[in-house]
């Protein structure tokens, strides 16, 4: 599988982006898929995932409510729907794949190469 991340860019603090991670290979809509940022000078955080069977989680307090992680498997298509961003948010966004069923490997197998998004105050 390859993913390739896009849609990041630069936006006012209470605007919107939409993020997608396009996919490549088969049996897309068996794998997990799991978007994760980085900020400048801090570690690598995961921020939601959706699952294979289309469950969804959000890992980051301050994010819920205000992203929302989606899939369309005849797209081969995860989305990251962002809105009242704010400066905090600023970070390279990635996402990563690993296949769903039956897999409780909590690591990634397939790592897209990230996309930016700037969030200015």
């Known amino acids: 599988v390859q993913l390739q991340a896009s849609g990041g860019g630069l936006v006012q603090a209470g605007g919107s982006l939409r993020l997608s991670c396009a996919a490549s290979?088969?049996?897309?809509?068996?794998?997990?898929v799991g978007w994760f940022r980085q900020a400048p000078r801090k570690e690598r955080e995961s921020v939601a995932v959706v699952d294979w069977t289309g469950d969804t989680r959000y890992f980051v307090d301050s994010v819920e409510g205000r992203f929302t992680v989606s899939r369309d498997n005849a797209k081969n298509t995860v989305y990251l729907q962002m809105a009242t961003l704010k400066p905090e948010d600023t970070a390279i966004y990635y996402c990563?794949?690993?296949w769903g069923p039956g897999n409780q490997n909590p690591q990634y197998d397939f790592w897209g190469q990230g996309t930016l998004v700037t969030v200015s105050s």
């Open positions: 990563a794949a690993k």
């Open positions: 290979g088969r049996f897309f809509s068996k794998f997990t």
